[in-house]
């Protein structure tokens, strides 16, 4: 139990009516999770409005509400702050509440439209091979020590952030690496934090939905590096003077094209059975071979933007080269081992936009054919199943139509959208809506030299049904058909 004079410090605020003197148990925005004696946070949303549930929250036990506006009808006996931002102070008190954590911590944020979860994992496993016991926070999941907690956002809402970070200072870590969207940045949910490193990959249009423009999301980004002590930068990235405009940190530059502090040299894609990597030699700052595991030049990018960060915690080359040789990223154009002759991947790319660029990426490896399984998730933009549908059909020499999550729609309704988009093209395409038995179809059906790739799905382990979840991991399945498949092919 806290008291509020204690919690109240950095924000600021009117006081409605109550007293600074109360003794609080807990901070929630979730009216349904209010506690005896809880901080109650009323947080304006897209659909819900927290204000609406005031009173609930006081029923349930609330002894502080903090809100936007004056609220009526509360008893007097219950405090009530008035802030211009109640997300701003659902940061702030969170941090007070955990008695700031991160400060305690050396923590590097990474953000930017692609390779942030890549590059975070990267750096994590860096670190590790380093001896260094680190956590992780990102789109998969959480890491701390052994423990793996798998992910809701992103970026957690300020109240799990902090109490995560606190778990992982019990738990012996000295360092964390977090991925940051945009969402989180324009939400306020890093407020309070200033991170040591600020790691900025790239900007594209990939993700700005849930922005009012583009200017909002590089808006949104571009906060990491106001609130960092050194950030990493991607020098390639055309929008670059943009994304360090108004930057307050101290800038590192990493590069394959433009002359930046970490540089790539000699660039290639490698091959070996059942693996994809790039190769490539650290000039600059350090100069050091590196391969890694991971297809696509991308990867280099990825990569150099670890080695940048890391070496500025001073750790060995040996460290970074080992680790990024061996480095998995889950549903992140991740190797499954099946037969010699094939090489599969599971991959998450679920739009048109990012399927595109993985086929792309793949077929710059020159397989005798490059086969596209994937399915479109039920309600959601119809767009979708057409576009992925006609990309698949012009970059692939086959595409397995199969099922995703269809949600509450019927299966075949998407299956048949998506050969729509297909019929757009002449590529070759199958439809077998059962995904386990399309996988078992390109497994049984492989030729020598075959490149498939499982798109849609990568780290997801359930699909959605008429409103249920059912377990269904692709890993699992693949599992599953090899040992059933044993003396059959």
């Not at 324009?186 to 922005?211: A, L, M, P, S, W």
């Not at 990867?299 to 750790?315: P, R």
């Not at 086969?371 to 998730?377: A, E, S, T």
């Not at 990309?391 to 299956?415: C, F, H, K, Y």
């Amino acid at each position: 139990m806290k008291n509020m004079r204690t919690l109240q410090k950095r924000i600021a605020y009117q006081l409605q009516q109550g007293s600074l003197d109360a003794e609080v148990t807990g901070i929630t925005c979730d009216s349904r999770k209010v506690q005896p004696q809880n901080v109650f946070v009323c947080i304006r949303g897209n659909r819900m409005d927290g204000h609406v549930y005031a009173e609930e929250a006081v029923e349930r036990g609330a002894a502080v509400l903090v809100a936007e506006r004056e609220l009526e009808g509360i008893p007097e006996k219950v405090t009530v702050l008035v802030v211009k931002d109640s997300r701003e102070a659902l940061a702030q008190l969170s941090c007070a509440w955990e008695d700031d954590p991160a400060q305690h911590l050396v923590t590097i944020g990474v953000t930017g439209t692609k390779g942030k979860t890549t590059t975070a994992y990267m750096i994590y496993e860096i670190l590790r091979k380093a001896g260094i016991r680190a956590g992780l926070i990102g789109t998969i999941e959480t890491r701390i020590g052994e423990k793996s907690i798998p992910s809701e956002n992103t970026t957690p809402e300020p109240v799990v952030l902090q109490k995560l970070f606190s778990e992982m200072m019990r738990e012996g870590c000295t360092h964390v690496v977090m991925e940051v969207s945009s969402q989180a940045e324009k939400q306020h949910r890093c407020d309070g934090i200033t991170f040591d490193y600020g790691v900025f990959t790239n900007i594209g249009n990939d993700h700005i939905g849930e922005h009012a423009s583009f200017a909002e999301y590089l808006s949104c980004k571009k906060k990491l590096l106001r609130t960092c002590r050194t950030g990493i930068v991607n020098r390639d990235d055309k929008r670059f003077p943009e994304i360090i405009r108004q930057s307050t940190c101290r800038l590192v530059t990493f590069g394959c094209r433009e002359k930046a502090d970490f540089m790539a040299a000699d660039a290639a894609l490698d091959q070996a059975p059942g693996v994809l990597g790039v190769s490539y030699r650290v000039q600059g700052a350090a100069d050091f071979p590196v391969r890694v595991d991971l297809p696509g030049l991308f990867s280099v990018s990825n990569s150099l933007a670890a080695i940048a960060v890391c070496a500025q915690m001073g750790i060995p080359e040996k460290a970074m080269q080992e680790a990024l040789s061996a480095v998995r990223v889950r549903g992140r154009c991740e190797a499954v081992p099946v037969y010699p002759e094939m090489t599969l991947l599971i991959d998450y790319a679920h739009n048109a936009m990012s399927l595109e660029s993985l086929l792309k990426t793949l077929r710059k490896y020159h397989p005798k054919r490059l086969i596209c399984l994937f399915g479109c998730g039920g309600n959601r933009a119809r767009d979708r199943r057409f576009q992925m549908g006609e990309v698949s059909g012009r970059l692939a020499d086959l595409t397995v139509i199969t099922s995703d999550n269809p949600r509450d729609e019927e299966p075949q309704a998407i299956l048949d959208d998506i050969r729509t988009g297909i019929g757009k093209t002449e590529g070759a395409f199958v439809e077998i809506a059962d995904r386990k038995e399309a996988i078992r179809y390109v497994i049984e059906n492989r030729q020598p030299g075959d490149l498939v790739v499982l798109a849609g799905k990568g780290h997801e382990t359930y699909q959605i049904r008429k409103g249920k979840r059912y377990e269904m991991d692709e890993r699992a399945l693949i599992r599953e058909i090899l040992e059933e498949s044993k003396g059959n092919v």
